[in-house]
């Protein structure tokens, strides 16, 4: 039976499973700058974003068989490092997808409808209806950058809500959508530019995409810091190329960019994309079921 750390915490569900397997699980938190010294006390950690696993903590780690992680995005671990030293990487890729697509949903209606801007305004005692005028989604066009799981989950709800839907991706996706691979022409018909990208080495939407932008559009990056150039966005919101932008990841998180974050077309919530039960129990029980498969297989 393994060692396990649950670094970033489970479900309740997902800690059921794992100590019905005869698991012994550690479900308190050892902080970043301590993981080197007691990772080599485990067979497996589990992490969700917030713990990285690198290099250094795999090379001081001679026990360690497995390491899970809670979610989609690798980037918090050396993946090519672990694998090279016989250690497994496993995740959970599609248990959050709904949940995400549900957030840049809600960005969407949020920048349509003003509600950043009027929830601030009324709680100082303002009341200023004829500021707010919005637009519908219905009858818009929707660009979705990164046509993968949540990108395509997000398509089929504003097809649902009666959008016009384009998927952009660089590799070839098999859908019934209209389709492009030429980011370029694409760009300036949409009213809304959704980005579900992984993160990238440099910025995706920077101030050449946003110029290409329509007038008036809007952002949305649910998918990871740094596939925005915020200082560019920031120009773009100022300048009234973009008429918003709703974000849920950052370059700093916590971010420092106070100019952006209070910008009154700005929507932001603190990287939240896969904060619901419904996600947080599917990520749990499935990557639970993963590790329990995968001690049972050896
Ligand atoms: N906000 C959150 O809390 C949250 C939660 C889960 C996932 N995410 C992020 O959402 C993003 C998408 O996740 P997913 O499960 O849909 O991934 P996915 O792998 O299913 O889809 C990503 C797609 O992006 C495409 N792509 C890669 N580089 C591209 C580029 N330069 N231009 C256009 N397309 C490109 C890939 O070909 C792929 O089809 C990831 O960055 C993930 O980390 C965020």
């Known amino acids: 039976m393994a060692k396990i750390l649950v670094n970033d915490g489970i479900s309740a569900e997902g800690q059921e499973i794992l100590e019905a397997a005869g698991h012994q699980l550690e479900m308190n938190k050892v902080e970043q700058d301590k993981l080197k010294d007691e990772l080599k ?10 713990t ?17 992680r809670g979610g989609v995005g690798l980037d918090n671990i050396d993946v090519a490092f672990a694998k090279s030293k016989g250690i497994a ?27 950043p801007d009027a929830n601030v305004t ?11 005028k919005g637009i519908e989604l219905a009858g818009k066009t929707l660009l979705v950058a990164g ?11 504003c097809a649902a809500l009666g959008m ?10 098999q859908t019934d959508f209209e389709f492009t691979k030429d980011l370029e022409s694409a760009l300036p018909k949409a009213d809304f530019v959704s980005l579900h990208v992984p993160k990238l080495d440099k910025p995706l939407a920077d101030g050449v995409f946003f110029g290409k932008m329509k007038d008036g559009s809007f952002l949305i990056n649910c998918s990871r810091g740094g596939v925005v150039d915020e200082a560019a966005l920031l120009e773009a919101l100022d300048s009234g190329k973009l008429a918003g932008a709703g974000l849920d990841v950052y ?48």
């Open 122 to 132: 009324m709680r100082k005692g303002e009341w200023n209806k004829k500021q707010y």
């Open 147 to 157: 046509f993968g799981r949540i990108g395509q989950s997000l398509a089929r709800k």
């Open 251 to 298: 370059d700093a998180e916590p971010p420092q960019n106070a100019a952006l974050i209070d910008h009154p077309r700005v929507s932001v919530t603190p990287h939240i994309g896969a904060q619901t039960s419904e996600a947080q129990d599917r990520v749990g029980r499935e990557l639970a079921q993963l590790v329990v498969d995968f001690f049972a297989d050896r």
């Open 41 to 50: 006390n485990y067979d497996a950690i589990l992490v969700r974003s917030a």
């Open 52 to 68: 990285k696993v690198r290099q250094e903590h795999i090379e001081a780690a001679p026990n360690l068989k497995l390491i899970g």
């Open 164 to 173: 016009n839907v384009i998927g952009y991706d660089v590799i070839d996706v």
């Open 89 to 115: 990487v496993m995740n959970t890729p599609a248990a959050s997808s709904d949940s995400v697509a549900e957030l840049a949903l809600a960005h969407m209606f949020a920048l349509a409808r003003w509600l």
